[in-house]
């Protein structure tokens, strides 16, 4: 079922694999990876026999607030919410089918 977290913004409530407050999560080192400065990433370019292990995007739902939510999705995307981690927890709960 699709969740409304923000007034344009919807994800699937069961594809969600976990919610964190901003709090838990270390920015600097997630903005390095994804801007393909990583040290771990920069030693998977240059190895010849690497394969690829799977996707992860970064998707930035904010509208130019602060971060408060970071919501991990089975799929492997991360995506930033300015909403508060209590009320998203509570919109996924309830679009959720048990």
Known sequence: MLVPITKDSYITA???????PQEYIQFRKVKKIFQGNDVLTEEEKNDENNEVKGNT??????????????????????????????????????????
């Open 57 to 98: 995007s970064l998707i930035d739902i904010t509208y130019g607030r602060s971060v408060e939510t970071v919501i991990f999705m089975d799929s492997g995307q991360l995506i930033l919410s300015s909403v508060d981690t209590k009320k998203v927890i509570e919109k996924v709960n309830k679009g959720r089918r048990f």
């Open 14 to 20: 069961e594809r969600v694999h976990s919610i964190l």
